[in-house]
C-alpha cells in the first residue's frame, strides 16, 4: 500500500493523496445514499451504506487511501450523551456535562457499544482493493470534551474553558476517561482490519499553549504512545488544528504529523520534518478555482519535493459546495506532478 509505505517515509512511485471528508455532500453520490437513510447517525450505524459512502471516494477520486465514514462524536454519544444531528445546522448535543458528578456518570466501556463501527472496518477493508489504504479514527480527548461540554461547534470554549481553569480536576478526570475510551477505539478499529489510524483535535488551537500541552496534547501523546506500542506497523496520524506557532512542543510517538492550511510547509519542514511525515495542507477552498488550486499544488511541490515524507491532502475538509470535477483533477494532478 502506497499510503502506508509514505507514513513509514518509504520511496513510493508517486506522492500519495487522499482528502479529509472526502466522502460527503459535495458528492451526488454521497447525497444519494443519505437520502436512503433516516438520519445521519442511522447512516453511520448502517453497515452496508457507510462501506458503500466510505468506498465512493475510492472510486470517484481514485485516492490512496479511504477513511471509515463515521462521526468523531459517536463515542461521547456512546458515552451516555444524546446526540441529534439537525439539518442544515450541524450536530448538537441535547445534554451536556456540567459537573464532576455528570463526568462520573458517564458510561466506561462505551467503546464496546460500537460494534458496528469495527464491522463496517472489516466490510470496507474486504471491498478495498489491495493497493488502497483504510483509515480509523477518532476525536482527540479535548476537542470531543468541547462537543460534551459546549453541547455543539463554539466560537468562545466559554463552557470547556471554565471548568478547565476552574475545575481542572474535573477537567482532567474528563479528559482521563476520553482517553480510556478512545484507546480502546481506535485499538478495535485496528484489530477490525484499519490500516492507519488518525487523531482529530479540530479545536487545538483554542487553547494558549500551556492549557494545550496540559489539556490536549499530553493525553494525545499517552494514546499514541499505548497504541504504537501495541500495533507498531499500523502509522499514527495526529492533526491537531490551529497550534501552528507551537509546533517546536509537539512530539510524541505517531509517524505522520498532519498540518492545517494555516501552517506554512516550509516552517513544518523545518521544525518538524526530519522527524515525521507531514501530511498537508492544501486551503480546501483554492478548489473553488481551477486556477488557485493548480498555483496552490504546484507551490506545495516546490517546498516540499517528491522525496519520501510527504502525503498530500487538504489542510481541512472538503467543503459541501466544492466543485467534484476539482477534487478529480487535483489527485490527478497530483499523481501527475509527483511521478518519480
Ligand atoms: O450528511 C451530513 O450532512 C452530515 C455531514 C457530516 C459528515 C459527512 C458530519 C457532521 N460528519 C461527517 C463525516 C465525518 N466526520 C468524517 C467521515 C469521513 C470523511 O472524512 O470522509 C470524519 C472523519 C468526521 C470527523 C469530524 N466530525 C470532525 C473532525 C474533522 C474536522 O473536520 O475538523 C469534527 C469536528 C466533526 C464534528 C462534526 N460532524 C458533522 C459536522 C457538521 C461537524 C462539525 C461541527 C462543528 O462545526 O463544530
Known amino acids: 500500500m502506497i499510503f502506508?509505505?509514505?507514513?513509514?517515509?518509504?520511496?513510493?512511485?508517486?506522492?500519495?493523496?487522499?482528502?479529509?471528508?472526502?466522502?460527503?455532500?459535495?458528492?451526488?453520490?454521497?447525497?444519494?445514499?443519505?437520502?436512503?437513510?433516516?438520519?445521519?447517525l442511522d447512516l453511520?450505524?448502517?453497515?452496508?451504506?457507510?462501506?458503500?459512502?466510505?468506498?465512493?471516494?475510492?472510486?470517484?477520486?481514485?485516492?490512496?487511501?479511504?477513511?471509515?465514514?463515521?462521526?468523531?462524536?459517536?463515542?461521547?454519544?456512546?458515552?451516555?450523551?444524546?446526540?441529534?444531528?439537525?439539518?442544515?445546522f450541524g450536530p448538537k448535543f441535547t445534554q451536556t456535562i456540567t459537573s464532576l458528578e455528570d463526568i462520573r456518570a458517564l458510561k466506561r466501556g462505551a467503546y464496546k457499544d460500537l460494534g458496528f463501527v469495527y464491522e463496517i472496518v472489516s466490510s470496507v477493508r474486504s471491498a478495498l482493493g489491495k493497493s488502497k489504504a483504510l483509515i480509523g479514527f477518532s476525536g482527540a480527548p479535548w476537542t470531543l470534551a468541547t462537543y460534551m461540554l459546549e453541547g455543539q461547534?463554539?466560537?468562545?470554549?466559554?463552557?470547556?474553558?471554565?471548568?478547565?481553569?476552574?475545575?481542572?480536576?474535573?477537567?482532567?478526570?474528563?479528559?482521563?476517561?476520553?482517553?480510556?475510551?478512545?484507546?480502546?477505539?481506535?485499538?478495535?478499529?485496528?484489530?477490525?482490519?484499519?490500516?492507519?489510524?488518525?487523531?482529530?483535535?479540530?479545536?487545538?488551537?483554542?487553547?494558549?499553549?500551556e492549557a494545550y500541552l496540559d489539556f490536549g496534547w499530553?493525553?494525545?501523546?499517552?494514546?499514541?504512545?499505548?497504541?504504537?506500542?501495541?500495533?507498531p506497523?499500523?502509522?499514527?496520524?495526529?492533526?491537531?488544528?490551529?497550534?501552528?506557532?507551537?509546533?517546536?512542543?509537539?512530539?510524541?510517538?505517531?509517524?505522520?504529523?498532519?498540518?492545517?492550511?494555516?501552517?506554512?510547509l516550509k516552517f513544518a519542514k523545518e521544525m518538524l520534518g526530519d522527524r515525521y511525515v507531514l501530511q498537508g495542507n492544501l486551503e480546501p477552498a483554492r478548489l473553488y478555482s481551477q486556477e488557485a488550486m493548480v498555483e496552490g499544488v504546484k507551490r506545495i511541490f516546490e517546498v516540499m519535493g517528491k522525496r519520501a515524507g510527504f502525503i498530500f491532502n487538504l489542510g481541512h475538509g472538503m467543503l459541501p459546495d466544492l466543485p467534484r470535477a476539482h477534487a478529480t483533477q487535483l489527485v490527478r494532478l497530483v499523481r501527475e506532478i509527483s511521478q518519480r
Open 44 to 88: 453511520c450505524a448502517d453497515v452496508k451504506r457507510a462501506t458503500e459512502v466510505t468506498l465512493q471516494p475510492i472510486e470517484i477520486l481514485d485516492v490512496d487511501a479511504a477513511i471509515l465514514f463515521s462521526d468523531i462524536l459517536l463515542l461521547p454519544h456512546a458515552m451516555g450523551l444524546p446526540l441529534e444531528f439537525i439539518p442544515g
Open 4 to 40: 502506508i509505505d509514505a507514513c513509514f517515509r518509504q520511496e513510493t512511485p508517486y506522492t500519495p493523496i487522499w482528502l479529509m471528508r472526502q466522502a460527503g455532500r459535495y458528492l451526488s453520490e454521497y447525497q444519494e445514499v443519505r437520502k436512503q437513510a433516516k438520519s445521519f
Open 153 to 209: 461547534g463554539s466560537k468562545t470554549y466559554s463552557q470547556s474553558k471554565k471548568i478547565l481553569y476552574s475545575q481542572p480536576e474535573a477537567a482532567h478526570a474528563l479528559l482521563e476517561a476520553l482517553s480510556q475510551e478512545i484507546i480502546h477505539y481506535l485499538d478495535a478499529q485496528a484489530q477490525a482490519g484499519a490500516n492507519a489510524l488518525m487523531l482529530f483535535d479540530s479545536w487545538a488551537g483554542a487553547l494558549e499553549l
Open 218 to 231: 499530553d493525553y494525545v501523546q499517552k494514546i499514541t504512545k499505548t497504541l504504537k506500542a501495541k500495533h
Open 233 to 264: 506497523k499500523t502509522p499514527l496520524i495526529v492533526f491537531p488544528k490551529g497550534v501552528g506557532a507551537y509546533l517546536g512542543h509537539l512530539k510524541g510517538d505517531f509517524e505522520v504529523f498532519g498540518c492545517d492550511w494555516g501552517v506554512p
